[in-house]
Each structure stands twice: as C-alpha cells, then as structure tokens.
C-alpha cells in the first residue's frame, strides 16, 4: 500500500495568504502608478526685504508682518472654537 502525503494545513494557509497578498500589492501599485491630474495653488505674495539704513523703512514692513501674524492668531482661536 502507498502512502500518501498530504500537505500541511498551516503551509497551504500561508501559501494562499502569501498569494492573496501579492496580488493585493500588485494591484495596488498598478493604482498607484496611474498618472493623475494635480492643481497647484501657491497663496502668498511678492517675498519682502529690508536692506536699508534707516530703521524708518523697514518699519512699514514689520507693521504688515505682525498685522499677518496676528490676524492668522484670530482665526485659529475662532477655527478652534
């Protein structure tokens, strides 16, 4: 009489997973590497320098940047409310 050798239950779950797996990976990067439409929005304006001697004029711009800083305090407070 032959013996016949099944296979080990625990091998062929991990077979099957391990299958399962790589299939789900491959999908996934097929996915990933379709090309898809972006929109980029740039905010923000002309980028400010003070290189002058005279303390005067660079005032304005320091008055602009706390006035910024402060108005984007105000609507996180009321955001976070």
Do not use: D, H, W
Not at 16 to 23: C, D, E, G, V
Not at 39 to 49: E, I, K, P, Q, S
């Amino acid at each position: 009489m032959e013996r016949i050798y099944l296979p080990n239950k625990r091998l062929v779950k991990s077979r099957i997973i391990t299958a399962f797996l790589s299939i789900l990976i491959g999908f996934s990067l097929q996915l990933s590497a379709i090309e898809s439409n972006q929109t980029l929005v740039l905010v923000g304006g002309a980028l400010t320098t003070c290189a002058s001697l005279s303390p005067k004029n660079c005032e304005k711009i320091l008055r602009s940047r706390v006035k910024r800083i402060m108005y984007l305090r105000s609507l996180r407070l009321k955001l976070a409310k």
